[in-house]
C-alpha cells in the first residue's frame, strides 16, 4: 500500500485515529503522513504585507513544532526518518486535505469521527459529504476510544454491483491479506426484493472470478429496518472494520441517502467505518 495520511486538529478525537493510522503503516509498511490544516484569520491585514508573511511564518513553526509533540507523546516513540509532518493553511479543511493526498499519493486517509468543534469537524455533518465525494482514495473513520487496532473481522456492505467486486478486490490485496483478515459480505435485502438470493449466487461466482481470497463468507438478510439491521448484523459479527461504497441509487443502500446511512453509523460512534469512493475505483 502506498502513503497513510492522518489528519488531525490536535482534540483527543483524534488520538485513537492517529494510533490506528501509525499501527497500519507499520503493518503495512507504509509510509506515515500526519497533516494539520489551520485557517490564518487575521482581521485588517492583507496577505501580501510584511506582517502576515511573518504572522504566517511563525504559525507553520508553531504547528509542525505541535504535530511532532502530538505523535511523541500519543505514541511514545519518535518517529521514524519516513514519516513525514505536514502544515497547511487553508480555510477549507477538505481541499487542503485532497492536495495533500494528490502530493503523496496516499492510499488512505484516516481521521477521527469528530474534530474540537463543530466548525473543525472533518466526517461528521456537512463535511461528511464533501470529504467522501472530493477523496480520491478511501476514508478511514476511527472511533475514538478504541481497544484493538487492527481488522482481523471485516463486514464488507454490498449491493450486488460490479462496482462492489472491484472496491472488494481493493480491500483484499490492500488491507485483508496483509493483516490475514476474515471479510463478510452483507447484504440486507426487504422481503419483498426481487432475486435476492440469485443476485447473491451470481456476485458470489463474478468476485471468485476476479478476486481468490479464502478467507470470506456470504450472507443475505432480510428485514424491512435495513439501517437497524445493518448495525445489528455488524454487532453479530463482531465487526473490526465495516467498509461501505459510495452508490448512487440501490435496493439496499438506496432506502436512505448514502450520506445519510454514513452519518446514522457514525454516529454510534464504537466501530471504524471504510468508505470506497465507486469514482475512484
Known sequence: MGPILYTTDFSDNSIAAMKMAHSLSKKLNSQLILLHVFDLKVALVTPLSVTYAKM???????????????????????????????????????????????????????????????FREVLMGSSTKGMIDKSPCPVLAIP????????????????????????MDWLVHKLAKPLDSFINILHVGTADEYAGEDQMQWFEEMLGQKVSYPKMDFRLVRSEDI??????????????????????????????????????MMSKG???????????L
Open 56 to 118: 504566517e511564518k511563525e504559525a507553520f513553526e508553531k504547528y509542525h513544532k505541535k504535530l511532532q509533540e502530538f505523535y511523541t507523546m500519543h505514541l511514545g516513540e519518535e518517529p521514524e526518518s519516513s514519516t513525514k509532518f505536514e502544515v497547511r493553511e487553508n480555510a477549507i479543511i477538505n481541499d487542503a486535505i485532497v492536495e495533500t493526498i494528490n502530493e503523496y499519493g496516499a492510499s488512505m486517509v484516516v481521521m477521527g469521527l469528530k474534530g474540537k468543534s463543530a
Open 144 to 167: 475514538e476510544p478504541m481497544e484493538k487496532y487492527t481488522f482481523k473481522k471485516i463486514t464488507y456492505a454490498t449491493d450486488f454491483e460490479e462496482t462492489d467486486i472491484q472496491a
Open 270 to 280: 464504537n466501530f471504524p467505518i471504510l468508505s470506497m469512493n465507486k469514482a475512484n
Open 227 to 264: 439501517f437497524g439491521t445493518l448495525l445489528s448484523q455488524v454487532e453479530e459479527l463482531d465487526t473490526d472494520l465495516v467498509v461501505m461504497l459510495e452508490r448512487e441509487k440501490s435496493s439496499f443502500l438506496g432506502f436512505l441517502t448514502r450520506e445519510d446511512l454514513v452519518k446514522r
